[in-house]
T-cell receptor, first 113, second 112 residues
Framework: DQQVKQNSPSLSVQEGRISILNCDYT??????FLWYKKYPAEGPTFLIS?????DKNEDGRFTVFLNKSAKHLSLHIVPSQPGDSAVYFC????????????FGQGTRLTINP | DVKVTQSSRYLVKRTGEKVFLECVQD?????MFWYRQDPGLGLRLIYF???????EKGDIPEGYSVSREKKERFSLILESASTNQTSMYLC???????????FGQGTRLTVV
């Protein structure tokens, strides 16, 4: 049972435009959500997170939106840059317990010049 | 800066071998995790530990075991490596509730 889903395996965006990556979840008990970026042969690096009590969090070019009623979150990158080309993982966790992260399948973002 | 270090970047092992993957973190985090990453499947949790000598199974523990004798070190053991364990293995640690995990650089394991 996939609790966190990223339904788009890949996304291609022109440099300078907005990239929108989507993520859906099924477990209402998740307390916070995170986005990670991963380059080949490297570990994931943390990008941005959002608490379940908020609907938006912004950090520079990155903004995460949370729609709790729809159990949906999205990551907006604007403007997109060639260095943003990577695999992006959505993750979710609960505050109780060991705070283990549940990941989506990932979306490969390609920024075209 | 938090550092999570995995002992090897690349490993090639034979079927049936016992394999040890080591992970060390330098920030006194209590919670540590082992994931594997496979194309189209994302990161799947194998085992995690919330204290020394404490461990719990994740979503795909079969064929693996773990050891945490010291707080900073969390080892993943493949008891008898099989070809379906060829994967990218990622170790992570978490400072506390509501924060993201810090990942090591990953170990690309190939079982032949």
């Amino acid at each position: 049972d996939q609790q966190v889903k990223q339904n788009s395996p890949s996304l291609s965006v022109q440099e300078g435009r907005i990239s929108i990556l989507n993520c859906d979840y099924t477990n209402s008990m998740f307390d916070y959500f995170l986005w990670y970026k991963k380059y080949p042969a490297e570990g994931p690096t943390f990008l941005i997170s959002i608490s379940s009590i908020k609907d938006k969090n912004e950090d520079g070019r990155f903004t995460v939106f949370l729609n709790k009623s729809a159990k949906h979150l999205s990551l907006h990158i604007v403007p997109s840059q060639p260095g943003d080309s990577a695999v992006y993982f959505c993750a979710a966790s609960a505050l109780q317990g060991a705070q283990k992260l549940v990941f989506g399948q990932g979306t490969r973002l390609t920024i075209n010049p | 800066d938090v550092k999570v270090t995995q002992s090897s970047r690349y490993l090639v092992k034979r079927t049936g071998e016992k394999v040890f993957l080591e992970c060390v973190q330098d920030m006194d985090h209590e919670n540590m995790f082992w994931y594997r990453q496979d194309p189209g499947l994302g990161l799947r949790l194998i085992y995690f530990s919330y204290d020394v000598k404490m461990k719990e199974k994740g979503d795909i523990p079969e064929g693996y075991s773990v050891s945490r004798e010291k707080k900073e070190r969390f080892s993943l053991i493949l008891e008898s490596a099989s070809t379906n364990q060829t994967s990218m293995y990622l170790c992570a640690s978490i400072p506390g509730p509501g924060t993201g995990a810090f990942f090591g650089q990953g170990t690309r394991l190939t079982v032949v």
